[in-house]
């Protein structure tokens, strides 16, 4: 793989990555501490609830899995919450998007295809850094979906961002 290649697809990756971040903490700024953490039935999660996954993944695949940081993830508990402060939530996600994007954006091109093993599973570090990115968009539109629901609210996420 080209350097140029590679720092075109950690530079995009980075900015999918902090774009994401930014429709999450707007849905948050928008709903009550009780809209975030709200279910229809126990087959649902809440806002918080994916946060909190989206969290736990982030950690643990660019974190841990690229970054050489511990694997402190408790996936169920990410599942089996069902309060607490929506502030905090919301700093530990900008925080936890934050130190991922500096790994990657930090990242030398030629670490792409070494191999890391998130999960149990090996894969090469430019897979981990996409399956982030691609599970950060997936729950970022569910919470979108989630926050014009409760809201009833255009969020403009579509307009021109400097």
């Given at each position: 793989?080209?350097?140029?290649i590679a720092r075109l697809f950690l530079e995009h990756s980075t900015i999918k990555m902090k774009r994401m971040a930014e429709y999450v903490s707007t849905c948050l700024a928008l709903l009550t501490e009780e809209q975030v953490?709200?279910?229809?039935?126990?087959?649902?999660?809440?806002?918080?609830?994916?946060?909190?996954h989206l969290c736990g993944n982030v950690r643990q695949w660019i974190g841990y899995g690229i970054g050489?940081?511990?694997?402190?993830?408790?996936r169920d508990a990410e599942f089996a919450?069902?309060?607490g402060p929506k502030a905090e939530l919301a700093v530990?996600?900008?925080k936890t998007v934050s130190d991922a994007v500096d790994v990657v954006a930090n990242l030398p091109a030629g670490r792409l295809i070494?191999?890391?093993t998130p999960q149990g599973r090996e894969v090469s570090v430019l897979e981990a850094i996409y399956q982030v990115t691609g599970h950060l968009q997936e729950?970022?539109?569910?919470?979108?979906?989630?926050?014009?629901?409760?809201?009833?609210r255009d969020l403009?996420?579509?307009?021109?961002?400097?």
């Open positions: 793989m080209s350097d140029e953490w709200v279910r229809n039935s126990d087959n649902v999660n809440s806002v918080g609830n994916l946060v909190l050489g940081q511990d694997d402190i993830r408790h919450a069902k309060d530990l996600f900008d070494e191999r890391t729950h970022a539109g569910q919470i979108v979906f989630a926050t014009k629901q409760m809201t009833g403009a996420l579509y307009k021109p961002r400097p």
